[in-house]
T-cell receptor, first 108, second 117 residues
Framework: KNEVEQSPQNLTAQEGEFITINCSYS?????LHWLQQHPGGGIVSLFM???GKKKHGRLIATINIQEKHSSLHITASHPRDSAVYIC??????????FGTGTSLTVIP | DAGVTQSPTHLIKTRGQQVTLRCSPK?????VSWYQQALGQGPQFIFQ???????QRGNFPDRFSGHQFPNYSSELNVNALLLGDSALYLC????????????????FGEGSWLTVV
């Protein structure tokens, strides 16, 4: 069993739809990261969370430490949001565990 | 401020050969981690270097080795390449967790695409 599980694995949405990607983890963490990976491999860190909620533009990330669960929401989705979104957790030993990613396609 | 830089970006090797990949961390970062990402999969942790020592290691064979230099740059070496080693190899840098890095973000390089034929 992976330390980090994401769902769904693949997601197709119409432009403008509200999107939610979920992440559950089984290890103790010091922080959780949401990453965006575009075709070609480049990975960008979107959010880093240790509690509560963060918002950046149309992106919102929440975390529930007790339930070991986090969600990434995209409001008013746009085709340029099409990418792979990866949940990663960081342990107190500075090791990262990654989910297998959610491939998002937003159709115009 | 340059982020994490990796080289080469793409390379093709023959089964049985050896490969060296290079990484320079983000300025101010002294911890470098290497990850292997197969197509359609999330990154898998190979190992982490801090203070020129391998501090943690994932479930990878001894064919995978590394090095960190005094300037914090790092190399990943893979010996006796197998077809299954074909993947994107990502380098990431952070500050150590013990140095106020709680909440520090992780920075990734663009990766090195390795194809073994």
């Amino acid at each position: 069993k992976n330390e980090v599980e994401q769902s769904p694995q693949n997601l197709t949405a119409q432009e403008g739809e509200f999107i939610t990607i979920n992440c559950s983890y089984s290890v103790g963490i010091s922080a959780l990261h949401w990453l965006q990976q575009h075709p070609g491999g480049g990975i960008v860190s979107l959010f880093m969370l240790s509690s509560g909620k963060k918002k950046h533009g149309r992106l919102i990330a929440t975390i529930n430490i007790q339930e070991k669960h986090s969600s990434l929401h995209i409001t008013a989705s746009h085709p340029r949001d099409s990418a792979v979104y990866i949940c990663a957790v960081r342990t107190s030993g500075n090791q990262f565990y990654f989910g297998t990613g959610t491939s998002l396609t937003v159709i115009p | 401020d340059a982020g994490v830089t990796q080289s080469p970006t793409h390379l093709i090797k023959t089964r049985g050969q050896q490969v060296t990949l290079r990484c320079s961390p983000k300025s101010g970062h002294d911890t470098v981690s290497w990850y292997q990402q197969a197509l359609g999969q999330g990154p898998q942790f190979i190992f982490q270097y801090y203070e020129e020592e391998e501090r943690q290691r994932g479930n990878f064979p001894d064919r995978f080795s590394g090095h960190q230099f005094p300037n914090y740059s790092s190399e990943l070496n893979v010996n006796a390449l197998l077809l299954g080693d074909s993947a994107l190899y990502l380098c990431a840098s952070t500050r150590p967790a013990g140095q106020g890095a709680f909440g520090n973000t992780i920075y990734f390089g663009e990766g090195s695409w390795l194809t073994v034929v």
